[in-house]
């Protein structure tokens, strides 16, 4: 039986895994239903199955010989979006909702993992599958890690992907090298001398400081950093002042900071304080800077990706390889492929000739056809990785 007659075989299985997952999503790093169900599938499989950790992740090992061990890492978490698709599978969970294709992810990560039990002649070595929760914001994968998931065994290659809404059903997309930014979120309060609206001077008016903060920001981007490079400053939140007739004593800036090269990093973060600072100053405020960093660049190895692009020429056609995609959103599976080398992919998941609905928003859904690519693309990446017989 050929790779695509195999997943054929679980089609209806995955499309139900996805809609279940879709129907019944979870935020956060509390995720009981959709893990209890991911443990329940590994143990029918035979794998050696590990929960809570990081609250609701689930790990299953399964061990075929001696050989390299490869981690497939899935991410299980919902968002806090109304859902607003007239769909039979649509969330029955107010306010939360699937809307980045982790129902997806957990789904094809389920199938391969039956796919590779069912076939163990075809493979040798440690097959790691690792369903993540809290990628969306609550730092699953730093958790997970602290918590040991990347030991007993330790992998020597990772491989992720992800259901992607800009690329066309058919559509792979396999780049070497960084392919998701590096994410700061950032807080600045400038704290003033409030009073009467109609008597500015006798205030430090912070609306005025932080309006000049927010316009010397841009410049960051524009004027600090090499047009040959990428990074993004965004102010995503202003919030000061009750009333039309009052000065203010405090507004609060928020935003985000976006990266692949640490010396670009570097550069725009020190701009950015001194910036913060001296425009506080001139202005006789005080402006306090809080800096969280999120997570770092998600960058694929140059070896292991070549060899992935390989395999989609071979099971999907050299028409569907699409290189070059980059995004400065972020991803925490970055964590990972910085311990181990891997590759991140971007599946296409949006019917050709429809309206692309971008990730994040409550009319967004998969082309289910994707589901199927995504699975055999996974099932013979992981075959090539772990065949009989390759000097690794």
Request: hydrophobic share 45%.
């Amino acid at each position: 039986m050929g790779l695509h007659e195999e997943v054929q075989t679980l089609v209806p299985q995955l499309i139900a895994w996805r809609r279940d997952f879709h129907r019944h999503p979870e935020i956060g790093l509390d995720l009981p239903r959709s893990a209890g169900i991911i443990a329940g599938v590994l143990r029918t499989l035979e794998y050696e199955v590990a929960e809570h950790i990081a609250r609701s992740g689930v790990v299953g090992v399964l061990r075929n010989g001696e050989g390299p061990v490869v981690m497939v890492r899935a991410d299980m978490d919902a968002l806090p979006i109304q859902e607003e698709n007239d769909v039979p599978y649509a969330s029955v969970e107010a306010g939360v909702m699937h809307a980045c294709g982790h129902d997806g992810h957990m789904a094809i990560g389920l199938a391969v993992a039956t796919l590779m039990a069912q076939t163990r002649e075809q493979w040798r070595g440690t097959l790691k599958m690792v369903f993540q929760p809290g990628e969306e914001g609550f730092n699953g994968a730093e958790i997970m890690m602290a918590e040991g998931v990347l030991e007993n065994p330790r992998p020597d290659c990772v491989l992720a992907l992800h259901l992607w809404s800009t690329l066309t059903t058919g559509k792979v997309a396999v780049t070497p090298g960084p392919v998701m930014a590096s994410a700061e979120a950032w807080r600045v309060t400038v704290t003033g001398q409030g009073g009467h609206a109609a008597q500015p001077d006798r205030t430090v008016d912070p609306v005025v400081t932080a309006a000049l903060i927010v316009t010397a920001l841009q410049t960051i981007v524009s004027r600090n950093v090499s047009p040959l490079e990428t990074a993004v400053v965004t102010v995503g939140r202003i919030a000061g002042g009750d009333a039309f007739n009052v000065i203010p004593d405090q507004v609060i800036l928020e935003g985000t900071i976006r990266t692949y090269d640490p010396l670009v990093r570097e550069t725009v973060l020190q701009r950015f304080r001194e910036i913060v600072a001296g425009t506080a100053a001139l202005m006789g405020a005080n402006a306090t800077l809080d800096l969280h960093a999120m997570t770092p660049a998600l960058v694929n190895d140059e070896t292991i990706t070549r060899e992935v692009q390989d395999v989609v020429r071979k099971t999907q056609g050299d028409e569907a390889l699409e290189l070059g995609l980059r995004t400065m959103g972020s991803e925490d599976a970055a964590f990972f492929l910085q311990e181990a080398p891997g590759c991140y992919v971007f599946v296409g998941a949006t019917s050709p000739g429809k309206i692309m609905t971008p990730h994040h928003n409550p009319h967004f859904d998969l082309d289910e056809e994707a589901l199927v690519i995504g699975t055999s693309l996974l099932l013979a990446a992981l075959r090539h990785f772990m065949a009989f017989g390759r000097e690794d």
